[in-house]
């Protein structure tokens, strides 16, 4: 007589028993069922993570939205605007310096928002060309493969959910029932031995 062990890839609670000993099973029979909370809850934890590593990768590949794009082009106008405004200012207030009209900390002030509004423009103009470019090739290529790395953990969370139905590898007779119900069984521990006549 050839002797069976019957166990799990990963550790439980036995929730079902489905045989006793000296019970004769077939090839395929359901054995005994351990609990699959955390691995039903594995599973979609992880089946979550990999539509958002999807969507991710996705949006990245898409590139900036339209409105995105108009908004910084709509921002540049307004930088650009003030920039205007503050040169002609600037110009104003240097012809007046130069005629004794207005003081030096008045021309200061007036460089002072030149500047700044040649930045804000420099920074809206950099905003824009950043957008048209659309995303950077590594960050595709991270993002596919954080997705492509998700997919294969969900894959192999759905590897573990059947390790936890126990089902007879061959005909045989049962002879011994290592667990009860409500027993925790460690990983790779026989559950059921079987007889192989």
Not at 63 to 83: K, S
Not at 121 to 141: D, K, M, P, W, Y
């Amino acid at each position: 007589l050839d002797e069976v062990d019957v166990a799990s890839l990963i550790g439980g609670r036995v929730v079902a028993l489905r045989v006793d000993e000296g019970d004769t099973v077939r090839a395929g029979d359901t054995l005994a069922v351990l609990d699959q909370g955390e691995v039903v809850a594995g599973l979609d934890a992880r089946r979550a993570e990999a539509q958002r590593a999807l969507a991710q990768w996705r949006d990245l590949e898409a590139g900036p939205r339209t409105q995105e794009v108009q908004g910084a082009e709509a921002e540049l106008e307004a930088a650009t605007a003030q920039w205007k405004l503050a040169q002609a200012e600037l110009e104003r207030i240097q012809v007046l310096h130069d005629h004794h009209v207005v003081s030096a900390s008045d021309l200061d002030r007036a460089r002072t928002a030149h500047d700044a509004a040649a930045a804000r423009r420099e920074a809206a103009t950099r905003q824009v060309q950043l957008l048209r470019a659309g995303s950077r090739a590594q960050q595709v290529t991270a993002a596919r493969s954080a997705a492509l790395a998700a997919e294969a953990q969900l894959a192999a969370a759905r590897s573990r959910a059947p390790a936890l139905v126990l089902t007879a590898p061959a005909a045989g007779v049962v002879l011994l029932r290592e667990f009860e119900p409500g027993e925790i069984v460690p990983a790779g521990v026989p559950v059921v031995t079987l007889g192989d006549p």
